[in-house]
């Protein structure tokens, strides 16, 4: 087979890339190494920035994201048994970010290539790439004991963390910068009505936690526990009876708690992978970054990644022009790493530590303070969160 764009990884990245291309009439081919189900079962993102929304609209995939989404003007940090507002409207200056769950903007993608014939092909076993620091790159994979070919312009690796595009690039060409945070978060999802009609941050001795929704009657909640712990150690009633200890009393009371729809634990990881091209492989999204979700930066930035890289691909497409495509990884890392930073802040500032010291807990308290006390802080706080300019 042949095409303009193989793309490595059927994810929001790959999706959202695939169906701007597909309608600017460039030929593009996604290979995803598992079924739809299971890209669908994984629960995660639910926080949008407003460029991302408008992304999602360019792409002619916005229409249910605007009926059953909501636009959220502020979220809450809770800590010292209070609870405080960022207005992200009013510090903005008439931004907010909408609330929309990642596996529902994905079966929307999922649904527009369907319709207007995008070629996704799934359980795309053992993909390879070869030749990518060459004019003529090409994909293999197989289907059965099938081996399948696809040439192409450019390769854009959107396989995730865990694929296979960063993985092909010589060591001696990338630097990866890390860093592994000593603890990860155990997500509930449940029918419920959500304690907080926005989101709600909570610093608490015990541990962070993280009151989210994907709507009036379901609830994402998360907390903050320890790598050691598994998911079977944790009953429905061990995590809402924890949860609540680290609320402050009179929203814990409020809290209605239900069975577990789904339970997770993810850990918490810093990266970033420098430079995002080699050759003709582009990188996109968690395959070349990954931030500690404290910050809802991820498929967010992701999406900054898409924007560059769709732009660039119509500049050489349409009129010939490979600035864009030069200029991809420098663009992309300067936001990326803007996103790393206030997902570190924010990862730093909200959790606990079991290695800081006196002094190191001293600042943390320190920076809920200033951030509290100053219009200025605050509004960096909320320009970050609605999400900086492509
Ligand atoms: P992925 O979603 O990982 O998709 C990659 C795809 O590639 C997968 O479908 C995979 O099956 C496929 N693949 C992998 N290997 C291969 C291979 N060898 N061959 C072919 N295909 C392959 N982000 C936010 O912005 N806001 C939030 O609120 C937020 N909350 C989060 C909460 C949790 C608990 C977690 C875990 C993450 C959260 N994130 C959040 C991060 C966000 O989910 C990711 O950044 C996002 O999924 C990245 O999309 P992607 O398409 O780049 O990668
Ligand atoms: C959600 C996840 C996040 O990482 C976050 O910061 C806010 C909300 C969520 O899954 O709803």
Not at 106 to 120: N, P, S
Not at 224 to 246: H, I, N
Request: proline share 4%.
């Amino acid at each position: 087979m042949k095409t303009q764009v193989g793309i490595v990884g059927g994810g929001p990245s790959g999706l959202l890339l695939s169906q701007l291309l597909d309608l600017k009439g460039i030929d593009n081919v996604i290979l995803e190494k598992h079924t739809r189900e299971y890209v669908l079962g994984r629960i995660r993102a639910g926080v949008l920035e407003h460029g991302f929304a408008a992304l999602m609209r360019e792409a002619e995939v916005g229409e249910r994201m605007d009926k059953e989404g909501e636009i959220h003007d502020g979220f809450y940090i809770a800590h010292d048994g209070i609870c405080e507002r960022v207005d992200l409207k009013g510090l903005t200056g008439g931004n907010s970010v909408m609330i929309y769950g990642q596996t529902e903007l994905t079966r929307d993608l999922y649904e527009a290539r369907e319709k207007i014939g995008g070629k996704v092909i799934h359980n795309a076993d053992d993909v390879a790439l070869h030749d990518i620091s060459t004019e003529k790159p090409y994909l293999t994979y197989k289907v059965g004991d099938e081996e399948k070919r696809v040439d192409c312009d450019y390769i854009i690796g959107a396989d995730g963390f865990h694929g296979v595009s960063r993985q092909s690039i010589p060591k001696d060409a990338i630097r990866i910068f890390e860093q592994v945070y000593p603890f990860g978060w155990l997500g509930v999802l449940s029918h419920t009505k959500p304690v907080s009609p926005e989101i709600l941050y909570a610093k608490h001795p015990r541990g962070f936690a993280l009151c989210s929704l994907r709507s009036q009657a379901m609830s994402r909640y998360y907390i903050q526990v320890p790598l050691t712990d598994k998911v079977e150690d944790w009953s429905d009633e061990a995590f809402w009876q924890e949860l609540k200890t680290r609320l402050p009393g009179d929203i814990a009371d409020k809290v209605i708690t239900g069975p577990s729809i789904e339970k997770s634990i993810a850990p918490l990881r810093s990266f970033v992978a420098e430079p995002m091209r080699f050759g003709n492989l582009f990188l996109a999204g968690d395959a070349a970054h990954i931030v500690p979700p404290t910050g809802a930066r991820g498929l967010n930035s992701a999406a900054s990644d898409i924007y560059y890289l769709y732009h660039a691909m119509l500049a050489h497409y349409k009129q010939g022009d490979d600035s864009g495509l030069e200029a991809y990884s420098q663009k992309a890392l300067a936001r990326v790493w803007k996103a790393q930073r206030f997902s570190w802040w924010m990862t730093n500032m909200l959790h606990e530590f079991p290695d800081n010291s006196e002094y190191e807990k001293h600042l943390q308290q320190t920076e809920l303070e200033y951030l509290f006390s100053s219009q200025n802080a605050l509004a960096s706080a909320a320009e970050n969160y609605v999400g900086l300019p492509f």
